[in-house]
């Protein structure tokens, strides 16, 4: 694995966070390139989430160092983070069920320093990748089905016109039709320039979307190579994913 | 024996009239103090005992400009305007290092500020009670009575006040951002939205509001340091009754407890027409606890 | 898919695990609203067993302990201990008739010691209004809450007050807590959530130990800590039973592996 040329856009080093005394992350290391997908691999309850919710300042690493464009954020109040180019769509999606789509949006579009003509540049972009969510534009966003929550959710932080989504899980619960939607979407996300750091139990669609892959197990890092190494009945897969 | 007199002698439809827009009136008024209230706990999950003062602040700082220049309107939005800024800095002092504590710790403090504001209010004014005169000083033959205009202003301009402050939730920017913020303060702040300095804006608004009631209210009552108090009991009774953090639910309930105690006070005394609101409450907290309007949340 | 063969009579005594399953649930069923969280699962556990639950997120682990310990009321179907049905009933009951259950959240008292804890479990044993019993009664208490304290591996932490034990050391003082209630079966939640490898490893030799004289139901996430405790392994999966059988055949079975990788 040869170091990347230019400093990576995110770094994290030996990260350490607990839920008051469950210590979650034992020394996490990992880092993320510019415009690059980094899959982030494991099972149930190994610290995949509070890594992702540790970088975006929503709970505070007890120890590490994350590093942000070179800058260190620990302690970084998430709504800086956001402002700065760090998009976050959490597992349960989150959407604001009251609401509507359009208001969603809106949330991440009325930002300072965004043009009226970027605004709806922005938009147009939004509703040419996801038509559904034009059709739904005035209603509540609790009304949406899982699946176009899932996209209202990946939109929304497309408002932010970030550098990096960290993004947990989208495909969970999701029919066949819409995984292979999210697919495309990360592929289209990359080929614009954007980062994703993609937190994943979909081995296959993990390792097709992404460049690198980490395999974490009970709160560290265990394994990292290239996605091309790897494939779905490799032992390692087995070993940390598997049964 | 009150009861039966009462009855006999009074002209029912005429009475029930003005009693009627009597109980608008007071109820506008504590609709806007209520409304205050309750956008403060829906959003930041404080329960605000020193609203009262807010509102006493409201009328006293009225009291001073009104002095000062005379004008009844001016008086009342440099109180309002003043009283929001003090309420940012109370709550960026007392409040926000209380985020994430338990709440008890906020009812303490919030208390503690009203022991305080109200012992300023008066070591610094006196016990006399102030006046301020009323700006709309003709009247109106209803029935039998000379019905002051400035009442019926009172509860049209409160009216418009919460009709603003609703359309303002609703459209613009920052009525989106304080939504968001009330449904999900986690991900509001992953949007980029500044949800600490959201949440010392609405406590801003909910002081304002108590503050313009204070000043709308001073020429009917007059302006002493507990005036906070009676209002403050009933609010609450109001947002627990119309559930808290719905807005439409105060506004209701205000209007219903109001009318209720204006009628009962066609045969009780005023004073203890306040029963039918602790009737009303207890009514609610038995049967409907979360209130009759509650917002999902 | 049942594990066990049914009914015990008088010959199946001799007969070790084999003999009449500790637990059974017939057609168990959950839904909310359209959603069946569980699906007309039939599950039996045999006497002595650690047996393991596993499946990916939403498979119904929760929803079937739940169930089992008296804190969800099934749809439909029933549930059967040690040949009683106790479909439905309150969790307090439940727990008199020897089925207890720890949390994946601790749920200690934290400013009452690591005895004191274990004790007040022990205590609701032995219930009585009696109050003049009480002095020779609470040496009988203290004598079983230490050895508990002992199985779990924490009577040097006997005074010690709960909040100031470690993590690892809170979640074998929750197991405590129930063993202390003198259970037939009890029910682990994830009980080493949160913890280092170190602690994990000290965790199966302590559920190890007190497997010997209990039935054990485990939901975990922890693969080679499930492999090398369970003598059977059920695979949960969109409320159904999807695979049933000891280790190594589960984790030979190709639609278990597709189940886990999303392939």
Known sequence: MSAPAAEPLVQVEDLHTYYGKSHILHGVSLHVGRGEVVGLLGRNGVGKSTTLKTIMGLVPPAQGSIRYEGRSIAGTPPHVLARHGIAYVPEDRRIFRLLTVMENLRTGLDRRGVTDARRRELLEQVFASFPVLAERRNQAGGTLSGGEQQMLAIARAMMLEPRIILLDEPTEGLMPRMVAQIREIVDTLQRQGVAILLVEQNVPLTLAASRRIYIMEKGVVRHHCAAAELSVHDPIIQQYLGV | ?297 | MTAVAPDAGPLAAGQGAAAAPVLRTERLTVRFGGLAALNQVDFAVGRGEIRAIIGPNGAGKSTFFNCVTGVLRPTSGRILFNGEDITGLPPNLISRKGIARSYQITNILPNATALENVRIAAQSRRHGWNMFRHHRAFRDLTERAEGVLEAVGLLSKAQELAANLSHGEQRNLEIGIALATEPTLLCLDEPTAGMSAAETRETMQLIRRIARELTILIVEHDMPLVMELASRITVFHYGEVLADGPPAEIQKNTRVQEVYLKT
Not at chain 2, 121 to 128: K, R
Not at chain 2, 262 to 288: C, D, G, K, N
């Open chain 2, 1 to 297: 024996m009150d009861l039966i007199l009462g009855f006999v002698q009074s002209a029912p439809v005429e009475l029930i009239i003005v009693q009627t827009i009597n109980g608008i009136v007071t109820g506008m008024i504590l609709a806007l103090v209520a409304s205050g209230l309750t956008l403060i706990f829906g959003i930041m999950d404080v329960v605000n005992f020193a609203h009262g003062e807010l509102f006493m602040l409201g009328a006293y700082c009225g009291v001073v400009v009104f002095a000062l220049t005379g004008n009844f309107w001016l008086a009342l939005l440099t109180a309002a305007f003043l009283v929001a800024l003090f309420g940012a800095a109370l709550q960026i002092v007392t409040l926000r290092p209380l985020v994430g504590r338990d709440p008890l710790t906020t009812i303490l403090a919030t208390f503690g500020t009203s022991l305080i504001l109200q012992n300023y209010a008066l070591w610094q004014f006196g016990p006399v009670s102030r006046k301020i005169g009323e700006p709309i000083t003709s009247q109106f033959t209803l029935f039998y009575l000379q019905y002051p205009w400035y009442r019926i202003a009172v509860a049209l301009l409160s009216a418009a006040i919460i009709g603003a402050f609703y359309l303002f939730l609703k459209h613009s920017k920052f009525g989106i951002w304080i939504r968001a913020t009330t449904q999900d303060r986690l991900m509001a702040q992953a949007m980029g939205i500044p949800v600490p300095w959201v949440l010392t804006g609405v406590f801003a608004f909910g002081a304002a509001l108590a503050a313009a009631s204070g000043v709308l209210f001073a020429p009917l009552g007059g302006v002493y340091h507990t005036m906070g108090l009676d209002w403050v009991l009933k609010a609450f009774i109001v947002v627990v009754v119309g559930g808290m953090g719905s807005l439409g639910g105060s506004i209701v309930a205000a209007i219903f407890i109001s009318l209720l105690e204006a009628y009962a006070s066609i045969w009780v005394s005023p004073a203890q027409a306040v029963i039918v609101s602790f009737v009303a409450l207890i009514l609610t907290l038995l049967f409907r606890p979360t209130g009759l309007f509650a917002t999902p949340k």
